[in-house]
């Protein structure tokens, strides 16, 4: 028979599962917000304080992909640092 939950030992979360844990989910979630920024706009069309962005297509793809996988990825990760989520109960 085991113990009820709130009597079980606490057990740490390895960092790598941690960083993987918020990496990962943030970079299906910028894959998907730059699917719907790009259905509904073109790249070629961008103005940066009122000038016309020079770069390539590809170039604003990845660039606006890793902007929006930066910000994922501190929602995510400043999430888990408020809630104080790096230890779990053993089963």
Do not use: K, Q
């Amino acid at each position: 028979m085991n113990p009820p939950a709130s009597l079980a030992p606490e057990v740490e979360i390895p960092r790598s599962h941690r960083v993987i844990g918020v990496l990962w989910p943030a970079f299906l979630v910028a894959g998907m917000l730059e699917m719907l920024l790009f259905a509904c706009c073109d790249p070629l069309d961008l103005h940066w304080f009122g000038r016309t962005v020079d770069w390539s297509r590809d170039t604003v793809y990845s660039m606006s992909f890793l902007i929006l996988w930066a910000g994922c990825s501190l929602s995510a990760w400043l999430t888990l640092s408020v809630t104080g989520s790096s230890v779990r109960r053993a089963p």
